[in-house]
């Protein structure tokens, strides 16, 4: 999500910076480096970049050593996973073939001045329109690039652009087909749990009073925010499962899916997590019940792959 500071003692205009609460602890200097150096502490800054924007979150989870059931339950996720996916791909994958040959359309799948082209070629400059907006008018600019919703968005984006590329650029087909189910999975967790789970719990769990709470409800309905967390999954339907060229979701396509919500699992636990930027309280890994938190998410993308498979089997445009 674009995050919105809710720290009381942090006022701010649209394009500025916050000023902190003199009793603020000023910031650790911080390199790169330091992610890599082991003998750096855990949290690298003191205050950290972050300026007080998650003071909302509960102490417990943003400060103190993770969970010792959360991190072995992280680790044996991942492993279980990793191990059922690459099974899967053995068996399913004909010798002497790619789980990328799954991926090759026939030349004639991208037709330029069709419909769906023209669709393509519109949202996209309106989806890039939408984050030069976050860019130039949220106080976080480029920093709100940190979130799975921008990661998501930005993906949205990017295969508009692909697929209004393709008719002339054939090498863009596979990444526009690679980053199909990503697109229509990342929306879907994105809308789901922004607005089912994450939302009402930063409003009536998290943050106590009732003026905080109003402001934030004020900025979380704001046309940005509805762009990036009503708005991106009808743009992934779209762009995913109604224009052409349709076609079956395969095991590569979840394979993709693994790889991209992996990636952004260790973003946000080895270097958010270290800077003090807690964008999703309900993943907080100090805490056991994050498990469920992980599981629900498992749970989404499982049931997203069966059901967008099922939306774009042959048998539903044939």
Same mark, same amino acid.
Not at 265 to 275: A, G, K, P, Q, T
């Given at each position: 999500?674009e995050?919105?500071?809710t720290?009381?003692?942090?006022?701010?205009?649209?394009m500025?910076?916050?000023?902190?609460?003199?009793?603020?602890?000023p910031?650790?200097?911080?390199s790169?480096s330091?992610?890599?150096?082991?003998?750096k502490p855990?949290?690298?800054?003191?205050?950290?970049?972050?300026?007080?924007?998650?003071?909302?979150?509960p102490q417990?989870?943003?400060?103190?050593?993770?969970?010792?059931?959360?991190?072995?339950?992280?680790?044996?996720?991942?492993?279980?996973l990793?191990?059922?996916?690459l099974g899967?791909?053995?068996?399913?994958?004909p010798a002497?073939?790619?789980?990328?040959d799954?991926?090759?359309?026939?030349?004639?799948?991208?037709?330029?001045?069709?419909?769906?082209?023209?669709y393509?070629?519109?949202?996209?400059?309106w989806?890039?329109y939408?984050?030069?907006?976050?860019y130039t008018e949220s106080?976080?600019?480029s920093?709100?690039?940190?979130?799975?919703?921008?990661?998501?968005?930005?993906?949205?984006?990017?295969r508009? /652009?692909?697929?209004?590329?393709?008719? +002339?650029? $054939?090498?863009?087909r596979? @990444?526009?087909?690679?980053?199909? !189910?990503? &697109?229509?999975?990342?929306a879907?967790?994105?809308f789901?749990?922004?607005n089912?789970v994450l939302?009402?719990a930063?409003?009536?769990?998290?943050i106590?009073?009732?003026?905080?709470?109003?402001?934030?409800?004020?900025?979380?309905?704001?046309?940005?925010?509805?762009?990036?967390?009503?708005?991106?999954i009808?743009?992934?339907?779209?762009?995913?499962?109604?224009?052409?060229?349709?076609?079956p979701?395969h095991?590569?396509?979840?394979?993709?899916?693994?790889?991209?919500?992996?990636?952004?699992?260790?973003?946000y636990y080895f270097?958010?997590?270290?800077? /003090?930027?807690?964008?999703?309280?309900? +993943?907080? $890994?100090?805490v056991?019940? @994050?498990?469920?938190?992980?599981? !629900?998410? &498992?749970?989404?993308c499982?049931?997203?792959?069966?059901w967008?498979?099922?939306?774009?089997?042959p048998?539903?445009y044939?």
């Amino acid at each position: 999500m674009e995050h919105v500071n809710t720290t009381p003692d942090c006022k701010y205009d649209k394009m500025s910076i916050p000023k902190m609460n003199p009793k603020t602890p000023p910031s650790r200097k911080f390199s790169v480096s330091d992610l890599v150096d082991p003998t750096k502490p855990w949290i690298l800054t003191d205050g950290g970049p972050s300026l007080g924007f998650f003071d909302f979150v509960p102490q417990h989870l943003r400060e103190g050593p993770w969970s010792a059931t959360a991190t072995m339950a992280l680790f044996s996720l991942m492993y279980s996973l990793t191990i059922i996916l690459l099974g899967a791909n053995m068996l399913h994958t004909p010798a002497k073939s790619s789980i990328l040959d799954k991926f090759a359309l026939a030349n004639d799948a991208y037709l330029p001045y069709t419909p769906s082209w023209y669709y393509h070629s519109v949202v996209f400059f309106w989806m890039v329109y939408v984050a030069y907006m976050v860019y130039t008018e949220s106080m976080l600019s480029s920093i709100a690039w940190v979130s799975f919703t921008l990661w998501s968005w930005s993906i949205i984006t990017i295969r508009h /652009g692909l697929c209004a590329l393709a008719p +002339f650029v $054939p090498q863009v087909r596979v @990444v526009a087909e690679i980053l199909r !189910l990503p &697109v229509l999975l990342s929306a879907s967790v994105t809308f789901g749990v922004w607005n089912f789970v994450l939302m009402p719990a930063i409003c009536f769990v998290f943050i106590k009073d009732s003026k905080r709470r109003w402001n934030f409800i004020k900025f979380a309905t704001g046309f940005r925010l509805t762009q990036l967390h009503v708005f991106n999954i009808f743009f992934a339907v779209m762009n995913g499962a109604w224009a052409q060229p349709r076609r079956p979701l395969h095991l590569g396509d979840l394979d993709a899916v693994f790889v991209y919500m992996s990636i952004y699992m260790m973003w946000y636990y080895f270097v958010l997590d270290r800077l /003090g930027i807690h964008l999703y309280p309900i +993943f907080s $890994p100090r805490v056991p019940w @994050v498990i469920f938190s992980w599981l !629900l998410v &498992v749970g989404l993308c499982i049931y997203g792959y069966q059901w967008w498979g099922r939306i774009l089997s042959p048998s539903k445009y044939s």
